[in-house]
C-alpha cells in the first residue's frame, strides 16, 4: 500500500481533514473525553497521510506561536489533533506525519521547542518518539474565561533549541 503526505495551509485544508475528525471523534465520543468543551486553535498547517484510494487516513496539526516560559517570550511548534483512521492505526502512519512535522520546525530553524498536549494513555507513544513529559503549568486562553490554567491533557515537548523541562508556559492563545 502506497501513501502520499501532503502539508497544506491549516484554514484551507480543513475539509480534506473533516471526514476524518469526524469518523474518530465524533460529538457522543468528544463528550467523553477530558478535553470535552475546551475551544483549541486552528492549525497554521495540517500533515494529512492519504491512502491510495486518495482516503486521509492521518493528520497532525502543526502551530507556530510565540510563548512566554517563565516570563521570557520563545517560538513555539504546537502538535495537535493527530488522528488517524481506526482501520489504519499500527502501521506507521502517525509517526510519519509527526516526523513531517517536527522536520518541518526544524527545517524553519525559528522554533525553540514543540509542544503537544495528550491524554495518559497516549504517553508512552510519544515518549518512544522522543517528547518529554513538561513538569509544570500550562496556562492557555478560553473564550469568556481568558487566561486560565490547562490541565484537561498532559504537556510534552521536543527538544529543538531549547530544553524545557520545568516551569510556567503561557500559551498566549487558546491551547493546540
Not at 465524533?26 to 497554521?44: C, K
Not at 503537544?116 to 518529554?132: M, V
Request: charged fraction near 25%.
Amino acid at each position: 500500500m502506497g501513501i502520499e503526505i501532503d502539508i497544506l495551509n491549516g484554514d484551507a485544508s480543513w475539509k480534506q481533514a473533516e471526514p476524518l475528525f469526524n469518523a474518530v471523534w465524533p460529538p457522543h465520543i468528544v463528550a467523553t473525553l477530558p478535553w470535552a468543551g475546551i475551544a483549541f486553535a486552528h492549525p497554521d498547517l495540517r500533515i494529512l497521510v492519504r491512502n491510495d484510494a486518495d482516503d486521509v487516513i492521518c493528520h497532525v496539526g502543526l502551530h507556530r506561536r510565540e510563548v512566554t516560559w517563565n516570563g521570557r517570550k520563545l517560538n513555539a511548534g504546537g502538535i495537535g489533533g493527530v488522528v488517524t483512521r481506526e482501520d489504519a492505526r499500527r502501521r506507521g502512519y502517525a509517526s510519519i506525519a509527526l516526523n513531517a512535522a517536527i522536520q518541518t520546525l526544524k527545517d524553519e530553524r525559528s522554533v525553540d521547542f514543540a509542544l503537544l498536549f495528550c491524554e495518559p494513555s497516549r504517553a508512552p507513544f510519544y515518549t518512544a518518539r522522543n517528547w518529554k513529559p513538561f513538569d509544570g503549568e500550562i496556562y492557555a486562553e478560553q473564550p469568556g474565561k481568558g487566561r486560565v490554567r490547562f490541565e484537561a491533557i498532559a504537556p510534552h515537548v521536543y527538544d529543538l533549541r531549547r530544553a524545557l523541562r520545568q516551569g510556567v508556559i503561557d500559551l498566549c492563545g487558546q491551547p493546540w
